[in-house]
């Protein structure tokens, strides 16, 4: 798209327009996701927490809300790691470097990081759900001074289905961290874990009454690894979770996100697990 | 006899048996042995006879089903503390799957056949191994219940 065309740059105070965003970069990650690296046209900083999303918008397609997966402290580059899953995503997948896209946002709320101060972090999370994921744990090694142990606990379908491997097998490389990566099946052989991630939170090495866990997770997922943190003795109180809607408008006007008395796109997607307990499993919200 | 009392205090230390009281383990101890592997070395296989249970202490095992013409696929791996085979407990007395040992891996293997001879005689002991067995088995249904849901949810390579 040529430069002059570009609609101007969104007033910084209006949630409902759109900046334009140049796509600088695109990863093939795991079959069927892609990670977009984007600058702003307008050469402005964006500014994020990590646990926010954006809606992403394909010019003439149609908008779609995508967490932010990449560094809180690079305020110049904005990254988004997406799954194919409909009509926006596949024509995003479509868009090569130098392709223009809008960006509403961040919205929602952050995962919480002070509040884990001096706590152990666990991290639970599966396949694509890495992705909101990875600004915090960025944070969390930015502030490592701030917590006791850090453990990753991740799963995937196979061994070519893990998501920002390099990533994970330099993580696993620190002395002040511990990765543990298991796999739905894996062809006779493999030396690393298969099994439930679940499994994994049963045989991390942390303080059960010092920790917060932070998950992400599909929804049914999710429901499994509270369980377990449970059954490890973390409380409600200090696990948070995520959760997904069909988010439209970002600002809690159109209701589409809204679970009872909560509106995920402002109220979440980020909740402390005992605030949602209630209504988490209620089918008909 | 200082073999024997070697088991007896592995059997203790498992988490399997832990809980269990000391003259209600003693009699199980009589079916143990010890028993090390080298990676690549099968527990036991599909279709074979199912005459043992396994308590693993160090190491882990994988969980294999065979593909005829290809590898072998993992779909669990069993690591230290837990156990693998409850084929014993259930006729035909036969192995569905394939267990080999993933690294050096050391355990108590159970003789089934052997135990189930005691188990005949002493429902008390029958009690306290099907209340362990059972939340385990449990658990392992519902683990692979829920990866079924994982694979029809989260996105393919395939």
Request: charged share 25%; proline share 6%.
């Amino acid at each position: 798209m040529d430069g002059a065309l570009l609609p101007r740059p969104a007033p910084a105070d209006d949630p409902m327009v759109p900046r334009t965003f140049r796509i600088e970069r695109r990863v093939a990650e795991v079959d069927g996701c892609f990670t977009l690296t984007l600058k702003a046209t307008d050469g402005r900083p964006f500014a994020f927490q990590p646990g926010q999303f954006n809606m992403l918008y394909v010019f003439g397609v149609g908008e779609v809300a995508i967490s932010v997966s990449g560094d809180c402290r690079d305020l110049n580059t904005l990254t988004h790691t997406i799954r194919e899953v409909g009509t926006v995503t596949r024509a995003m997948a479509r868009l090569r470097p130098g392709d223009v896209i809008g960006v509403r946002g961040p919205f929602g709320r952050p995962w919480p990081i002070e509040e884990a101060y001096g706590n152990d972090i666990l991290f639970v999370t599966g396949t694509v759900g890495l992705a909101p994921l990875r600004p915090l744990i960025f944070e969390v090694l930015n502030r490592r001074e701030h917590f006791g142990k850090v453990v990753i606990c991740y799963g995937s379908r196979g061994t070519h289905d893990i998501l920002y491997e390099k990533q994970l097998h330099q993580w696993r490389g620190r002395f002040d961290l511990q990765v543990h990566v298991t796999v739905h099946s894996a062809p006779s052989g493999y030396r690393g874990r298969v099994g439930s991630v679940a499994n994994l939170v049963k045989i991390a090495r942390f303080d059960p009454e010092h920790t917060t866990a932070y998950v992400c997770r599909s929804e049914t997922m999710t429901r499994p690894a509270v369980q377990a943190l449970h059954d490890r003795g973390i409380t409600s109180d200090r696990i948070y979770v995520t959760l997904e809607r069909n988010m439209k408008c970002g600002v809690g006007f159109c209701g589409h996100c809204q679970m009872g008395p909560s509106f995920m796109c402002k109220d979440g997607p980020v909740y402390r697990y005992d605030t949602i307990e209630d209504i988490f499993t209620v089918r008909e919200l | 006899m200082v073999a024997i009392e070697g088991l007896g205090r592995l059997l203790a230390e498992h988490p399997f048996f832990t809980d269990m009281q000391p003259d209600t383990r003693e009699i199980v101890v009589g079916c143990c042995a010890n028993a090390h592997y080298r990676p690549g070395e099968f527990l036991f296989k599909e279709g074979g006879k199912a005459d043992h249970f396994y308590l693993i202490r160090q190491g882990t095992v994988g969980v294999e089903v065979h593909v005829p013409g290809r590898p072998g696929v993992v779909v669990e791996t069993i690591g230290e503390g837990d156990i693998i085979g409850w084929s014993w407990l259930v006729p035909p007395y036969t192995w569905s799957f394939d267990a080999r040992a993933m690294d050096q891996v050391r355990a108590i293997t159970i003789d089934g056949a052997c135990l189930r001879t005691k188990l005949e005689a002493n429902h008390e002991l029958g009690y306290e191994l099907y209340k362990r067995f059972i939340p385990i088995m449990g658990r392992r249904i519902a683990e692979a219940r829920l990866r079924i849901v994982e694979l029809t949810t989260e996105p393919s390579r395939d």
